[in-house]
């Protein structure tokens, strides 16, 4: 049972201009997520990350947006550069449930020149 | 500041062998998780351990086992590997309950 969803495999978009990332859940008791960029032979890096109890975060280019009631959350790059391009993973936390990440499969983000 | 460093970075065994992986943490965090990542399947959770006991177990097999030492190192074993066992294993520390995992650049684990 996938109860994180990322049910874009791939997104191509042009140097400058946003990229979206979309992710969605199941699971009620996720209190906390967080989105991850991995480029290959390398271990996932920390973007950023929002609390249940808010509905936006930003930092710098990053910005993610929580809707709870959809149970769905985005993440928007703007503005996109090249150096963006890899693998970017939502992820999700239960609750009191220690340190347990639960992850969507991936969205590979080609950002073009 | 050191991150996570996970040895060794590739591995090559052969089906029924078994193999252990080990994960050095930031200094300071003690709690340690392992997640093996396959093709299509995303980072699934194995364990995590704080404080040398085990807190959190994924839905993996027996045959992954964990443990920790009292410096917060971990390694994890895999017994009786099967050709599906190949895969990227990553370690992530984070000191008590935090918000932030940090994860080290994975054993590359192949099995022939």
């Known amino acids: 049972d996938q109860q994180v969803k990322q049910n874009s495999p791939s997104l191509s978009v042009q140097e400058g201009r946003i990229s979206i990332l979309n992710c969605d859940y199941t699971?009620?008791?996720?209190?906390?997520f967080l989105w991850y960029k991995k480029y290959p032979a390398e271990g996932p890096t920390f973007l950023i990350s929002i609390s249940s109890i808010k509905d936006k975060n930003e930092d710098g280019r990053f910005t993610v947006f929580l809707n709870k009631s959809a149970k769905h959350l985005s993440l928007h790059i703007v503005p996109s550069q090249p150096g963006d391009s890899a693998v970017y993973f939502c992820a999700a936390r239960v609750a009191g449930g220690g340190n347990k990440l639960t992850f969507g499969t991936g969205t590979q983000l080609k950002v073009e020149l | 500041k050191a991150g996570v460093t996970q040895t060794p970075r590739y591995l090559i065994k052969t089906r029924g062998q078994q193999v252990t992986l080990s994960c050095s943490p930031i200094?300071?965090?003690?709690?340690v998780s392992w997640y093996q990542q396959t093709p299509g399947q995303g980072l699934q959770f194995l364990f995590e351990?704080?404080?040398?006991?085990?807190?959190n177990k994924g839905n993996f097999p027996g045959r992954f086992s964990g443990r920790q030492f009292s410096n917060s190192r971990s390694e994890m074993n895999v017994s009786t590997l099967e050709l599906g066992d190949s895969a990227l294993y990553l370690c992530?520390?984070?000191?008590?309950?935090?918000?932030?995992?940090?994860f080290g650049s994975g054993t590359r684990l192949t099995v022939v």
């Open positions: 200094s300071g965090h003690r709690s």
């Open positions: 351990y704080f404080s040398e006991t085990q807190r």
């Open positions: 699971n009620s008791m996720f209190d906390y």
């Open positions: 992530a520390s984070s000191s008590r309950d935090s918000y932030g995992y940090t």
